[in-house]
């Protein structure tokens, strides 16, 4: 499927060039058609005139050798006083012959010149047309040069493209069994804060909401008594869940994002979401077991989101609701992932294919 794909790219961006080497082909070959049909025509007419001047030379032979009887029946002539007349008729008659062969040779003698003019101006012209060839000939080898070096460039291509396949099915097991793994974490999440009656949300891709109305103080960062004893509660049953050994080299980080409603300026509302996180994720350093604190040091991570992910509720923003600090986890390997979604960008184009983990 990706060769048939890459052969359409290529189709689809390099439609012009293709055009442009019919166009070159079908003048080299008129014109060959041309050069072919001249040089049939001048060898056909050259046998001709070969064939001319052969006759014209049996000619003068035979008329050499007449010429020849004539002296001798000239020289009998001077004996045969008696037979003088009937043979000067005979040779007034073969005058008269002679005269018209020697006009009809000179009449193709001046064809044979007129030949000679005419083969003379189709060689120049035969000159000419090779010289308007050169340059399609040159621009015919400049096009095929550039063919070999697209066809270079589209085996380079298919070369990578096999190789980034055969990497892909490498990763494709890893890949199912990390959906397979994240999904039975959050599953395992979710029951674990069933268990332990906690009041918070899991939703499906594990992440979970906590109230700030429980953790702060209207526009404060300060974590309320209330709010310490939740996270002391929730914490363990967290991390019990995550830092299982069959979850450890699968785990990415651990990110603790705040969010505010609308009210107050944006940059406020930034600074005020940035420090709650900051306030949770510090009070869960100090009272985290200490089997998992080296381990939670080196996957926590803090956003602030300000109000750009309000919660609403038929269109309308529920502030309470928006009001609220996420515990969320990522993949080690959704990294992985990410690099196989920019293989496949580059392969199929923008949008053809996405690999996500929910």
């Known amino acids: 499927m990706a060769r048939q794909h890459v052969h359409n790219r290529r189709a689809g961006r390099g439609s012009g060039g293709s055009s442009w080497i019919s166009y ?29 001047t052969n006759q014209l030379e049996e000619q003068q032979k035979t008329l ?6 004539v002296i001798i029946q000239q020289g009998k002539l001077d004996s045969q006083s008696a037979e003088n007349d009937a043979l000067r008729l005979a040779l007034n008659d ?4 002679l005269s018209a062969q020697t006009i009809i040779l000179i009449g193709k003698q001046e064809e044979l010149d007129d030949a ?18 050169l ?14 070096a697209q066809q270079a460039q589209l085996d380079e291509k298919e070369a ?16 199912n069994t990390m959906v397979g793994v994240r999904s039975e974490i959050v599953k395992e999440l979710s029951g674990a804060m069933r268990s332990s009656n906690l009041n918070v949300s899991v939703d499906g891709s594990g992440n979970i909401i906590l109230e700030t109305s429980v953790l702060f103080e209207t526009n404060r960062s300060s974590i309320a008594a209330e709010g310490e004893a939740m996270l002391r509660q929730f914490l363990p049953v967290y991390l019990d869940v995550l830092m299982q050994p069959q979850y450890a080299n699968y785990l990415g980080e651990i990110i603790i994002e705040g969010h505010t409603d609308s009210d107050g300026t944006y940059e406020h509302n930034m600074g005020l979401s940035l420090d709650r996180a900051e306030a949770v994720a510090s009070y869960c350093l100090s009272i985290v077991n200490s089997r998992y604190r080296s381990q939670l040091e080196k996957l926590l991570t803090v956003q602030g ?17 928006s009001r609220r600090v996420v515990f969320k986890f990522s993949m080690r390997d959704e990294e992985m992932v990410n690099q196989l979604n920019q293989i496949l960008q580059q392969t199929y184009g923008d949008g053809a294919y996405q690999i996500n983990i929910q």
């Open 160 to 175: 990578l493209i096999n190789a980034q396949a055969a990497a892909m099915a490498r990763q494709a097991d890893e890949i």
């Open 305 to 321: 989101r300000s109000e750009s992910d309000l919660i609403k509720v038929n269109g309308v923003e529920d502030k309470e609701a």
């Open 135 to 148: 340059p399609l000939q040159e621009e015919l080898t400049a096009l095929q040069l550039q063919l070999t």
């Open 116 to 133: 000679k003019v005419t083969l003379a101006q189709r060689e120049t012209d035969i000159i000419a047309l090779q010289q308007q060839l």
């Open 94 to 97: 073969r005058e008269e012959a």
């Open 64 to 69: 050499a050798e007449q010429q020849q009887i």
């Open 24 to 52: 070159s082909d079908i003048m080299a070959a008129l014109v060959m058609v041309f050069v072919l049909f001249l040089v049939y025509s001048l060898y056909h007419y050259g046998e001709a005139i070969r064939i001319q």
